[in-house]
C-alpha cells in the first residue's frame, strides 16, 4: 500500500506526523513525504522543525492513500495551479483521500469537496463553502473516499478511524497501543464549548498568526 503525504514550507508538523505514526505501522505499508520539489520543508512555527521531501510531485503518479496536511502554507498550495493539479491527479489513482485541518481548503480548491459535507480546524471551517462543500464539526467526516479531519491532532484520529477500515480493528488497536494515543486533556478541546475568556484569546491568537504568516 503506498501512501503519499504532501508537505510544504510553513506546514503544520503534527498535521504530516500525526498521521505518519499510525499509517506507516499498517503491515504492506510504504509512506512517502512529497513536495512540489525535492528537499526540507519548513514548520510554520518560525521555520524551527524541517520535514524531507523524498519525492517531488513529478515523480509519483499514484497513491493508494493520499494525505495532504494543513498550516499557513497551505494558502500559497492553493494559489499554486501545478500542486492542485497534483492532487486532483492523485485522487483519482487512490483509494482514499484525506485531509487534516487546513489540507481540507487544499482538496477544495482542488475541486474534490464540491457537494461533499467536510471539516477542518475551527478557525478555518466556514472557508470550506467557497469550494461547494458543507462544513460540519465532526472530528472525522467521511464523504465516499474522502475523508477530512479537523484541526491537528485530528490527523491521529482519522489515521487509525482509516486504519480501522483498511486492517481491521485488532491492527488499529494495536498501532493505538504502540503510540499510547489514550487522550486524557486537562480541557474540553472544542472550540464552541470554550468560556468567553479563552474565545477571546483564541481570537487574538488566531489574528496575531494570520499576521506572522503574511
Not at 9 to 30: F, R, S
Not at 161 to 179: K, P
Amino acid at each position: 500500500m503506498d501512501i503519499a503525504i504532501l508537505i510544504f514550507d510553513n506546514l503544520t508538523a503534527l498535521d504530516a506526523i500525526g498521521p505518519y505514526e499510525v499509517l506507516a505501522a499498517i503491515p504492506g505499508a510504504t509512506v512517502t513525504f512529497v513536495g512540489e520539489t525535492r528537499g526540507i520543508k519548513r514548520t510554520h512555527h518560525n521555520g524551527s522543525l524541517g520535514l524531507n521531501a523524498d519525492r517531488a510531485i513529478t515523480e509519483v503518479t499514484r497513491a493508494d492513500i493520499l494525505v495532504v496536511p494543513g498550516g499557513y502554507g497551505e494558502e500559497q498550495v492553493r494559489a499554486n495551479p501545478a500542486m492542485l493539479e497534483w492532487v486532483r491527479a492523485i485522487h483519482a489513482t487512490t483509494q482514499w483521500t484525506t485531509s487534516v485541518c487546513t489540507g481540507a481548503l487544499v482538496l477544495g480548491a482542488a475541486g474534490i469537496l464540491d457537494g461533499l459535507e467536510a471539516t477542518t480546524h475551527w478557525a478555518a471551517r466556514e472557508q470550506l463553502r467557497q469550494f461547494g462543500a458543507t462544513p460540519v464539526t465532526r472530528r472525522i467526516v467521511e464523504q465516499g473516499k474522502v475523508i477530512t479531519a479537523a484541526g491537528v491532532s485530528a490527523g491521529i484520529d482519522m489515521a487509525l478511524y482509516l486504519t480501522r477500515r483498511l486492517a481491521g480493528d485488532d491492527v488499529a488497536h494495536a498501532i493505538q497501543i504502540v503510540i499510547e494515543y489514550d487522550p486524557q486533556p486537562p480541557f474540553d478541546g472544542v472550540f464552541e464549548h470554550a468560556p468567553a475568556p479563552v474565545i477571546g484569546l483564541l481570537r487574538k491568537m488566531a489574528a496575531r498568526r494570520m499576521e506572522m504568516s503574511r
